[in-house]
């Protein structure tokens, strides 16, 4: 490995840690031995690389083996990424760096794995992708990051990159990798084109593993479920459930089971939809994924209605809410935990500089007594300087809280676009269900299904404090103006601006259409509307005064 470039040592670097770690493991003290002569000889030969070599896999040997018990060690590695970028060593900066942001990311601590992932990226665009066989692996694992946290958009930028590589025998497997979720992030975007030709381009490459074009298959066969071209669809997730079953990869054959449930279900094919939802759910319960739930748990619901079973059926639709409540806020959890971290790192930040000024102010005061006149001076402006640095550091946790609270906003009209969506799918159900044919559906389960819809005064007070949230002054102008109007006249109102149709409040508030349109009638006779204004103008206007 003496003076050879990086590209042509890698495989023997790959052995040598692995060689490293596993006698580390037997006898932590061979990693000091074995390293410190590693690090004489590359001295006695001139190869400051491979002292810097040396170095890194002491640091990395040290943390992979002891990173739960001294998490503080990730420190050596950070010095030896400070060694290479002072040095000029690039591929010894990036793998460092990439180390400290997989600890930092393996420990959870998002915040700081971030800026590690960052730093990684830019020291990425200075390296040749020829000349650095990781490169691949390091852009798949700072796509999957921002993959994690459904930042699809960033995500693909480095994948992108990492998916145009050249194929070698070092990187195929990470190329390919590369390719489908790059594929499963223009799913999520809904771009279904290029998510099909990244899957494409998995099954028709001839070096790709029978493994990778399964999953590809999977994948594209989802693709096809969106377009509702099913009859694509069905046979590769029939194949995609077998191979997983080959490879007892229980959660992938559910994922696979879910949606190929919902194409029988589509076309009335009960029998065998049946079949796929009960074993979609014993695999989600072997492979412990229960994440998968919040997409069955509806497909479950729809069967049982179409085979009038409305209690089963509402049950499930129960549940479905459950478990997609659950999946959001273990999300949402990440985001918060990810946020705290942000606001603690700036917190520390601001308690050592509040130490360091301390600690300068004594030592300036002694040193005062000293050369009065000069010192004196000298104290001023650094006081003055410190105290700017203590004022900043203030107004960017201010900044910080700032943020907190447009996210709480964010929330709170994330969750109101919620309710006009659920209400609107939850109507097109109805009417779903309407037009099936008699035989398959009774009233008795529509007045079940549409009383489920209905707002209590509990969830309408929930809602209304949402409204005022996201929209402070509608509420206040609205009285303000119109003292006369009701409670159910203003409820209607709000509705209204969530533009909601009469069919679809009436399900919300239990009433029939009619009586929205008397509602509607009463309300524009108090609002002194004319014949050619409508509502929703006068709100837009409303909402044009508010802002003003």
């Known amino acids: 490995m003496l003076h050879k470039p990086y ?55 040290y943390l992979f083996i002891y990173s739960k018990a001294k998490p503080e060690l990730v420190q050596n590695l950070i010095d030896v990424a400070e060694k290479g970028k002072n040095e000029n060593f690039l591929n010894i900066e990036e793998r460092a760096a990439y180390a400290v942001a997989t600890h930092y990311w393996g420990i959870k601590n998002y915040e700081k794995a971030f800026v590690w992932l960052l730093r990684s990226a830019k020291i990425l665009e200075n390296i040749k992708p020829n000349n650095y066989p990781n490169m691949a692996a390091h852009l798949n694992f700072i ?48 771009d279904l084109d290029r998510s099909d030709q990244c899957f494409l381009t998995i099954i028709e490459d001839t070096t790709s593993s029978s493994i990778w074009k399964q999953i590809a298959s999977g994948n594209l066969g989802y693709n096809y479920y969106l377009k509702e071209e099913f009859e694509k669809a069905i046979p590769l997730f029939e194949a995609d459930i077998a191979e997983a079953l080959i490879q007892n990869d229980y959660g992938l054959a559910a994922g696979s089971l879910i949606p190929l449930a919902d194409i029988y279900l589509k076309q009335h094919k009960y029998k065998q939809a049946k079949q796929k939802i009960d074993d979609a759910r014993k695999y989600v ?26 209690n089963k059926s509402m049950a499930y639709l129960d549940s479905s809410l459950v478990a997609t409540k659950a999946y959001n806020e273990k999300y949402n959890g990440l985001q918060l935990l990810r946020a705290n971290q942000k606001v603690a790192a700036m917190n520390q930040e601001l308690e050592i500089e509040k130490l360091n000024a301390e600690s300068q102010l004594k030592l300036n005061q002694r040193n005062f007594i000293i050369s009065l ?110 003292p006369n109007l009701s409670q159910a006249e203003l409820r209607y109102l709000c509705l209204i601006k969530l533009q909601l149709n009469n069919n679809e409040m009436g399900l919300l508030l239990g009433v029939s259409t009619n009586a929205m349109r008397v509602t509607k009638h009463r309300v524009r006779t108090k609002l002194n509307l004319k014949i050619q204004e409508d509502l929703q103008s006068f709100i837009q206007a409303l909402d044009e005064k508010s802002e003003n």
């Open 7 to 61: 590209i042509d040592k890698v495989a023997d670097i790959h052995q040598l840690y692995e060689n490293t770690i596993n006698n580390g493991i037997q006898d932590s003290l061979s990693i000091a031995i074995f390293t410190k002569t590693m690090k004489d000889w590359a001295l006695a030969n001139n190869d400051k690389e491979l002292v810097l070599e040396a170095e890194l896999l002491k640091a990395y040997s």
């Open 143 to 190: 796509g999957l990051c921002y993959y994690y946290f459904r930042d699809y958009k960033e995500a693909v930028t480095y994948l992108k990159k990492s998916s145009e590589l050249k194929k070698t025998e070092f990187n195929a497997i990470e190329v390919t990798s590369a390719q489908n979720t790059l594929g499963l992030c223009y799913q999520n975007l809904g």
């Open 285 to 310: 319960k072997q492979s412990g994924e229960t994440d998968r739930l919040r997409k069955l748990y509806p497909i479950m619901s729809k069967w049982y209605a179409a085979n009038n079973e409305p």
């Open 373 to 482: 006149i000069s010192l004196l001076l000298l104290v001023s402006i650094l006081g003055f300087w410190f105290r700017n640095k203590y004022l900043l550091k203030e107004q960017q946790i201010k900044e910080m809280a700032l943020e907190n609270t447009k996210k709480a906003l964010t929330s709170a009209k994330i969750q109101l676009e919620n309710l006009r969506l659920k209400v609107r799918e939850d109507n097109n159900k109805i009417t779903e269900l309407e037009n099936m044919k008699a035989s398959e559906i009774d009233e008795k389960l529509l007045s079940q299904l549409k009383s489920k819809i209905i707002l209590t005064q509990e969830d309408w007070t929930q809602y209304q404090n949402l409204f005022k949230e996201v929209y402070p002054s509608f509420f206040l102008l609205l009285l303000t103006l119109y």
